[in-house]
């Protein structure tokens, strides 16, 4: 599975990646530089090549990529060049708790007459471990309150595979052991998880239902607070650990010859430094460095798109053997991808970073051939929603812009 990224600086030929197996990817570069657009010629790529093999997911904070579901008629010209055609999407919008209370219904009409297929997203609670409810709480497991909390759903889980919140209120209120002060802290906490809407057995889907192959799959958490332990990282934690499990489960079923239940996952975070920090932890965070580090064997891939690499936590960074790398400026992100360069590149990557003149170039290093590339992203055949997209031959290249 070859994906047509750009066109060498140099020679004028089009590069491609061999996506055929999982790959780790990092796009980075500083603010207006490209990152997003880049990341949407990614997903179109990865859907044009791959099909109905391929289940794209994008983790979204914020809420630009539906626009993928319109045709980029304004850079008609550029992509006539290129031999690309304008091209609209199949996009399906996952919205995390009661669609109607995170957007006003104007949008949503407007969403569903552009062609999103909008759906309302839900969690299981039992999606959730016991460390899981206690690091969703900042609550120490050593502490009473943690204690008690742990062992409301540890009991849970051991007795039903499936469970409410409300369920753990009245596990937490029939304990015993509990003293009367925490469990009033805890029933606190969990009636105002309830009053997410997220939690919710009735309209629940399981991870490997509700991501479909060859469309567009856009988490959207742009209406949603952000944090270590808000619920944009409580979501992509599920995903991530749900997707890990269903895919592990669809390898078991390939290697035995039996029918493919889930396509392989491609799953790219835009803003990965507010899910996979350099510094303290995140509810996302072992999640999502267990995709980095073992995401390939279930045929999992992971793409990491941020304005700052040296906020992205080094584990992850060390495991990515794609990078695409837009202009770059601060001392701190430079030094940090400039710590990833190979011994094949032939100097560091910082010499190439140098280079790069306009919005919308980047270096390609590509670890699995032991190659570097300097390119000119190709033009988005679907609607970019960062920035305008005035034509390639005039100057600013803004159409790269986020």
Not at 318 to 345: E, F, G
Request: negative net charge.
């Amino acid at each position: 599975m070859q994906l047509m990224l750009g066109r060498d600086l140099e020679s004028q030929q089009n590069i491609y990646l061999d996506a055929t197996g999982s790959r780790a990817v990092l796009i980075c570069g500083k603010r207006g530089s490209g990152k997003s657009y880049t990341l949407g010629v990614f997903i179109e790529e990865l859907i044009a090549v791959g099909g109905k093999d391929v289940i794209p997911v994008i983790i979204d904070p914020m809420g630009i990529y539906h626009t993928m579901v319109m045709r980029n008629d304004r850079q008609s010209n550029d992509l006539y060049r290129w031999g690309l055609p304008a091209q609209a999407f199949n996009v399906r919008l996952l919205i995390p708790g009661i669609s109607r209370e995170l957007y006003d219904s104007d949008i949503l009409d407007a969403l569903k007459q552009r062609g999103v297929e909008c759906v309302e997203m839900r969690l299981n609670p039992s999606d959730l471990s016991p460390d899981g409810w206690c690091d969703m709480f900042n609550v120490n497991i050593n502490q009473p309150l943690g204690i008690a909390l742990f062992r409301a759903v540890q009991q849970l889980a051991k007795t039903r595979p499936e469970f409410t919140v409300e369920d753990i209120i009245s596990a937490i209120e029939d304990d015993g052991r509990a003293q009367d002060v925490s469990k009033e802290a805890l029933i606190n906490r969990l009636e105002a998880a309830d009053g997410w809407h997220l939690f919710n057995l009735g309209n629940y889907q399981p991870m490997d239902n509700i991501f479909k192959p060859g469309v567009v799959n856009i988490v959207d958490l742009s209406r949603l607070e952000s944090g270590p332990r808000g619920r944009r990282n409580l979501i992509l934690s599920v995903i991530g650990r749900n997707l890990f499990r269903a895919r592990s489960d669809a390898r078991l079923r390939e290697e035995f010859g039996l029918a493919r239940e889930l396509p392989r996952v491609w799953l790219a975070i835009d803003e990965a430094h507010q899910f996979i920090p350099t510094s303290g932890s995140s509810l996302a965070k072992p999640q999502m460095v267990r995709w980095a580090k073992e995401g390939r064997q279930p045929g999992l891939s992971l793409i990491v798109a941020t304005q700052q690499p040296s906020a992205i936590d080094r584990e992850v960074l060390s495991q990515c053997d794609v990078i695409l790398s837009h202009k770059l400026t601060i001392r701190d992100d430079v030094a940090a991808l400039n710590a990833l360069s190979q011994d094949y590149m032939g100097g560091e990557l910082r010499g190439f970073i140098t280079k790069l003149e306009r919005t919308g170039q980047s270096v390609l290093v590509d670890d699995e051939r032991e190659s570097v590339s300097m390119l000119q992203i190709r033009p988005r055949q679907s609607l970019h929603g960062g920035g305008t997209a005035p034509s390639l031959a005039e100057d600013d290249y803004d159409i790269w812009k986020e």
